[in-house]
């Protein structure tokens, strides 16, 4: 098992390092470099023409990824909403023909997943499952299957294939756009050199990160607070996820905005608050963030060096300029590697957390 870590202590480590090769594989020839639109295996243009809505259906971290691309498509003008597996017996909105159904599965095995999408699939929706593996249960009984090429991964906490999932959900979010409208999304043209530049700008996060110096400041703390709006939610979410998973420490993710809707009244000293900067409506996120500090909550800001949370924010953790539609998994990395390290100074089993198992295949 050591072999497998290469120079790394664990197997998350190494998957967080991973990530500048799996997202630039996720991204390999979806792309079609002749008219700068997303070209995506087995999907002719104008394959997605009649869809009229999207649901995606997933659990955890991958439920995470799915409202990322619920949020995605949102923005790009397609009606869509992410539900948790485990709720769409009871709660899934209607289906017909036209509505695309997206379960969202690392493994392509998860109990609740696969009865959603069978749920879905036997109502008459138009299925698709994202998945990292050929030939899993999803993949094989989903109308169609696209694949985020992350590679396999060992640690019990998704790291690697989260990112992936939701570049991958990205894409096809911009790709659904196009077609609906019959023409390329504006926002494309813009997005494309950002994602491109993605993989090298988390070599930079990973190289020279002070998360390892924030998770010690901050290690004696009562609970563990991440916000975030928009793109940035579901990004606070899986921020306060791995945090938990991995450290066994309290942590909740919320959008920013609901901060002042109950959960400052656990705000105190002993409650680091990670506010994540995506660029969309950020002097809200601040002002959200400051309501806390007020209170006496340490903040660590995770935007750009120039960004104006800088000089408010107690500690920060550096991301590069980017497309709003991405600034939220450069910050992902800075967290991810928050969680490790602090997981880390408590010696806790990174890499098989208690009670939790990679791929849940009972409901
Ligand atoms: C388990 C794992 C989580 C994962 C979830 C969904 O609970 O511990 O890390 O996010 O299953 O797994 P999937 O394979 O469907 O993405």
């Known amino acids: 098992e050591q072999a497998g870590k290469g120079e790394y202590d664990h197997f998350m480590l190494k998957e967080i390092h991973e990530q500048p090769t799996s997202l630039a594989q996720a991204i390999e020839g979806r792309i079609d470099p002749e008219n700068g639109r997303i070209a995506l295996d087995g999907f002719e243009p104008g394959a997605f023409e009649e869809i009229d809505s999207v649901q995606l259906i997933a659990c955890g971290t991958s ?105 991958m959900l990205t894409l096809l979010a911009q790709r659904i756009a196009d077609d609906a409208a019959g023409e390329p999304a504006a926002d494309l043209e813009a997005l494309l050199p950002d994602l491109a530049a993605m993989p090298e700008q988390i070599e930079g996060i990973l190289a020279d990160s002070d998360a390892e110096w924030i998770a010690s400041r901050y290690q004696d703390s ?34 920013s905005g609901e901060l002042k809707h109950g959960p400052l009244a656990l705000v105190t000293p002993e409650t680091p608050v990670f506010a994540v900067f995506t660029g969309e409506e950020d002097e809200k996120t601040l002002k959200n963030a ?47 590697l928050v969680s490790y390290y602090a997981a880390d100074l408590l010696d806790r089993p990174i890499d098989k957390p208690r009670n939790l198992a990679k791929s849940v295949t009972v409901e």
Request: aromatic share 6%; glycine share 8%; with cysteine.
């Open 222 to 255: 009562r609970s563990y607070f991440f916000i975030g709006r928009g793109l940035g939610y579901p990004v606070a979410l899986e921020g306060a996820l791995k945090f938990k998973e991995i450290t066994y420490e309290h942590a909740e993710g919320f959008a």
């Open 290 to 336: 400051e309501e806390a500090q007020t209170r006496g909550a340490p903040v660590v800001a995770v935007c750009p060096d120039d960004h104006r949370a800088v000089e408010v924010a107690d500690a920060h953790l550096e991301i590069p300029e980017t497309d709003p539609d991405l600034a939220g998994l450069l910050a992902n990395v800075q967290l991810q």
């Open 63 to 167: 439920y995470h990824a799915a409202l990322y691309g619920s949020l995605a498509l949102n923005q790009a003008g397609v009606e869509s909403t992410a539900l948790l597996a485990n709720e769409y017996s009871v709660a899934a909105p209607p289906v017909d023909e036209d509505t695309l159904v997206i379960a969202v599965t690392q493994s392509g095995e998860t109990a609740d997943t696969l009865n959603a999408l069978r749920q879905a699939k036997s109502e008459g929706a138009d299925t698709l499952t994202v998945t990292n593996v050929v030939g899993s249960t999803a993949a094989r009984e989903a109308d169609d299957a696209l694949f985020i090429r992350a590679g396999p991964e060992i640690g019990v906490a998704a790291t690697k294939t989260f990112s992936s999932q939701a570049v």
